[in-house]
């Protein structure tokens, strides 16, 4: 069973998304919070399997709250689900630590799908905003990527986890996740497949 607390300040989103997946085998929703601060509150008292994160609440947005989330430690996997794939907030969720980004109009089982995978603590993007983030980060090719990303990248060709390229390098997991945000951003690729086999292209893994 995947525990889920659901942040979002419209009430009737709040509402579809419970509904959604309390009527799916395998999931409990066991909170709602209207803003960030109290979604803090909530998943530092329920410890949800994973919190769905609306990223602009008036009161406390998700930025806030995922990065305070991380500071205190917290196991619980953050989505971020945004209604828009240009959402400025995006690139600085990833590197406050959030585990993926969907966007509201996802069809519900990715929806479930990328529940699950954040629950196992795997990267979900939705294809839209993965290329805007990697647009954002910078234009491919423009900078040769640095030793450390290059450490991370060879990690990643030999199927490792974020979990243990973090404990590999002595690093945390979001530090993980912003290198390969920058990894993606500076070979043009959109997740880590594409990423290792441009790569290999290039001869930066031989």
Do not use: C, Q, W
């Not at 430690?73 to 794939?85: E, F, I, K, M």
């Not at 996802?106 to 603590?121: I, K, N, T």
């Amino acid at each position: 069973m995947i525990t889920l607390v659901v942040a979002d300040d419209h009430p009737v989103v709040r509402d579809g998304l419970r509904g959604m997946f309390e009527s799916a085998p395998g999931f409990a929703v066991l909170g709602e919070a209207a803003d960030g601060v109290a979604a803090v509150d909530l998943v530092v008292r329920l410890d949800p399997d994973v919190v769905l994160m609306d990223l602009r609440m008036p009161g406390g947005g998700g930025v806030d709250a995922i990065a305070e989330l991380t500071r205190r430690g917290a196991r619980t996997r953050v989505l971020v689900l945004t209604t828009y794939d240009t959402d400025t907030d995006t690139l600085p969720a990833i590197e406050a630590g959030a585990t993926g980004y969907l966007l509201k109009d996802a069809p519900r089982d990715e929806l479930f799908a990328a529940v699950r995978a954040a629950a196992d603590g795997r990267t979900v993007l939705s294809p839209a905003v993965a290329s805007r983030l990697v647009k954002r980060v910078r234009a491919p090719g423009d900078e040769p990527l640095s030793a450390r990303e290059r450490g991370v990248l060879a990690l990643v060709a030999k199927g490792t986890s974020n979990r243990d390229i973090a404990k590999e390098l002595f690093i945390s997991e979001a530090t993980v996740k912003t290198h390969l945000t920058h990894i993606y951003g500076k070979l043009g690729a959109k997740d880590r497949a594409a990423a290792v086999a441009t790569a290999y292209g290039r001869g930066i893994l031989g």
